[in-house]
Every structure is written in structure tokens, then in C-alpha cells.
């Protein structure tokens, strides 16, 4: 089992749709996740930290489920701006300066 | 403040060439890191430090060095390139505090290396 897994998508969905994106990670002891958005041909960028059983900002709520190990990202009122990848991130289970990133979900807003 | 940048931006090698890529940061970030990002994966460590004068290997350090002789500055060294290291490499730092690296990363633009 890879140790981050991400549905690769695309998610393609209309303007002010409500979307989910789910990670799924294998290190049990992880406390703290995170999400990063990434344009096309651009660095990453961080979206949201997740440190107990969610955080919200805005329009995104994120969410961890420690039970069944993942971790979900929720946009709601999509813009079109919101038309990135976005990466799952989980510490190595042995290092914490070693974190390990998802291969990313792409999701594209169209009007 | 510049954040985190790359040199050089574009590169091409040919099999068996050097290189070295550059990074700097004006955050006086204690922590800086490499990673490589290749399609359908995610970004990969390559090696990190933790401070001036420090380093270590991350998950694919193999045929890589890295030297951070100022606090500011981490340089990854390609010593004969293959077709496998093609790749875009990213440079990250954070500020590096009693948590580690369980804080935000900053990242450079990227620099795209095609190997020949």
C-alpha cells in the first residue's frame, strides 16, 4: 500500500458545485496532515493544515477520519479559480522532516 | 522578500554531464529541503537539512548531493545525470522550529531538467 493515495480524478464540475476529494494514508501514528494546491506548471502552495478532527477555512473543510486513515478535502461554492491539483501531504512514519505527498487530485471548475 | 528561487529555471544535459541547481531563501529559514516531481507521482525528497552545515537523505537520495554551506543558500548536485533524472525539482524551506518539519513549506518555482 503506497503510503499516500489519492483519487488522480479529474473532477470536472460546474461553477458553485460542492466537490470532495478523499487521501487515504497508511502511517497510523500521522497527527498532522495537510493539504496543498498546485496550478499547472507552478509550486505547490499551502491550502490547509489538519491537525485533530478538521479545520475549516472559508469554502474548504477539511476533515480526518483517524479510524479508516484518511483525510478529506471539501470545497463548496466552487470558483473557477479553485481549478488546480491538489496534494495530499502526511509525515514519513519515521520522520517528520520527511513528508510524503500524494499524487494529487486535479479538479477543473467550468462555467 | 523574494521567498524561495531557483537557478536556473530550464536546463538540458546530456547523459553523463554535471550540474549543480541553486536555491535561496530570504526567510532565515532554518530548515530547507529538495524534492523531485515526476508525472502520476507525487514529490519526492530527495535530501534536506536542518540547519546551516547539515543535511540528510530523504526518500531518493540516490545520485544526488546537496551542501548547505550558508544558512540562506542549498545547492543539489547532479555528478553524471541520467535519463531517469529528468525531472522538475522543487526547493522548499520552512522555518524549522521545535515541531520540525511539521510546519508550512515554502516553495521555489521550480527548476525543469531534461536529460539527454
Known amino acids: 500500500r503506497k503510503e499516500v493515495e489519492q483519487d488522480p480524478g479529474p473532477f470536472n464540475v460546474p461553477e458553485g458545485a460542492t466537490v470532495a476529494f478523499n487521501c487515504t494514508y497508511s502511517?497510523?501514528?500521522?497527527?498532522?496532515f495537510f493539504w496543498y494546491r498546485q496550478d499547472c506548471r507552478k509550486e505547490p502552495k499551502l491550502l490547509m493544515s489538519?491537525?485533530?478532527s478538521g479545520n475549516e477555512d472559508g469554502r474548504f473543510t477539511a476533515q480526518l477520519n483517524r479510524a479508516s486513515q484518511y483525510i478529506s478535502l471539501l470545497i463548496r461554492d466552487s470558483k473557477l479559480s479553485d481549478s488546480a491539483t491538489y496534494l495530499c501531504?502526511?509525515?514519513?512514519?519515521?520522520?517528520?522532516?520527511?513528508?510524503?505527498f500524494g499524487a494529487g487530485t486535479r479538479l477543473t471548475v467550468k462555467p | 522578500n523574494a521567498g524561495v528561487t531557483q537557478t536556473p529555471k530550464f536546463r538540458v544535459l546530456k547523459t553523463g554531464q554535471s550540474m549543480t541547481l541553486l536555491c535561496a531563501q530570504d526567510?532565515?529559514?532554518?530548515?530547507m529541503y529538495w524534492y523531485r516531481q515526476d508525472p502520476g507521482m507525487g514529490l519526492r525528497l530527495i535530501h534536506y537539512?536542518?540547519?546551516?552545515?547539515?543535511?540528510a537523505k530523504g526518500e531518493v537520495p540516490d545520485g544526488y548531493n546537496v551542501s548547505r554551506l550558508k544558512k540562506q543558500n542549498f545547492l543539489l548536485g547532479l555528478e553524471s545525470a541520467a535519463p531517469s533524472q529528468t525531472s522538475v525539482y522543487f526547493c522548499?524551506?520552512?522555518?524549522?522550529?521545535?515541531?520540525?518539519?511539521?510546519?508550512?513549506?515554502?516553495f521555489g518555482p521550480g527548476t525543469r531538467l531534461l536529460v539527454l
Open positions: 522548499a524551506s520552512s522555518l524549522g522550529m521545535e515541531t520540525g518539519g511539521l510546519e508550512t513549506q515554502y
Open positions: 537539512s536542518v540547519g546551516e552545515g547539515t543535511t
Open positions: 489538519v491537525y485533530s
Open positions: 526567510m532565515n529559514h532554518e530548515y
Open positions: 501531504v502526511v509525515p514519513n512514519a519515521y520522520n517528520n522532516n520527511d513528508m510524503r
Open positions: 502511517n497510523s501514528a500521522s497527527q498532522s
